[in-house]
């Protein structure tokens, strides 16, 4: 059976080369949203998918901390065209690939010419080489943090209960619905005491959503607070690994589930025409 479901994946990707690109972001800091990307990515390794991580969060390479690794080389040195994308990529568990940003996303904005031509080109090899691409955007509603967060055609928004943390992914959530309304967004509430507490959440927000702009989001999933994920990011592991009985563990693979058991949006552009968003939304 294994064999036939790898058989079976195989010829969907010969059919699509189109990876799909999901941006992990959060109203505020402190969510957990780099822990949270980087352990739906391993889940989906698990699942034999082909997975990348770019971390492009201008200010904290969480990934890095997250993982316990440090890539020696980012996306700056490919915009300085002193490296090649698959020179920079890091190998991450379970075959997870990853591409730290670093400092040098900012130079996405001054690329032009022949130099943006090269790179955007280059991008084409990791459509037919990933399934799934996950960017680790950083908190807020900054230009540079909304540049890539709105050039998705698939974002996760997480948050916890906490009611700054709500009200910051309130105001997230409005900008994507008017500046990205054709984006499939799905919300993640983390650190929840319970289901019914992170269930609650999400029907708070739904409805001020519905209220406000007549437009909710989906609830895809929850993680609860628990001893073992503090445990697995202070020893620097992702807790799908350390502690795989976890129920974060657990409600990681389900929300992991719940993605690969959906269609590629019609939307998508692939990781050339994601990237080709991003510098046309830095430099407008």
């Not at 440090?70 to 591409?99: C, Q, S, W, Y």
């Not at 032009?112 to 037919?128: A, H, K, Q």
């Amino acid at each position: 059976m294994r064999d036939q479901a790898e058989g079976l994946r195989k010829l969907v990707r010969k059919q699509s080369s189109t990876s799909r690109i999901i941006a992990v972001t959060s109203g505020k800091g402190g969510v957990g949203k780099t822990n949270i990307a980087v352990n739906l990515a391993l889940a989906l390794c698990q699942m034999n998918h082909r997975v990348a991580l770019i971390d492009v969060d201008l200010g904290l390479a969480n990934v890095d901390i997250v993982l316990g690794i440090t890539p020696p080389f980012n996306l700056g040195h490919v915009f300085r065209g002193e490296k090649t994308l698959k020179d920079i990529m890091a190998e991450g568990p379970l075959g997870l690939r990853i591409l730290s940003g670093g400092s040098g996303v900012t130079d996405l904005a001054n690329l032009s010419g022949w130099r943006l031509e090269v790179f955007i080109r280059s991008l084409e090899e990791l459509n037919s080489e990933f399934d799934f691409i996950f960017l680790d955007t950083g908190a807020g509603i900054h230009r540079s943090v909304l540049s890539f967060v709105l050039a998705a055609t698939e974002i996760l928004v997480i948050t916890t209960p906490e009611p700054t943390a709500i009200t910051d992914a309130y105001g997230l959530l409005k900008v994507i619905n008017k500046e990205s309304p054709e984006a499939r967004v799905r919300l993640v509430v983390n650190m929840a005491k319970n289901s019914s507490e992170a269930g609650l959440v999400a029907s708070k927000l739904n409805s001020v959503l519905r209220e406000y702009v007549d437009w909710e989001v989906d609830y895809i999933g929850h993680l609860v607070q628990e001893s073992q994920l503090a445990k697995a990011v202070s020893e620097q592991q992702p807790v799908l690994l350390a502690f795989p009985a976890s129920m974060s563990s657990r409600s990681i693979r389900e929300i992991a589930g719940a993605l690969a058991g959906e269609k590629i949006p019609t939307t998508s552009l692939g990781i050339k025409g994601f990237f080709s968003k991003v510098h046309h939304f830095l430099t407008s």
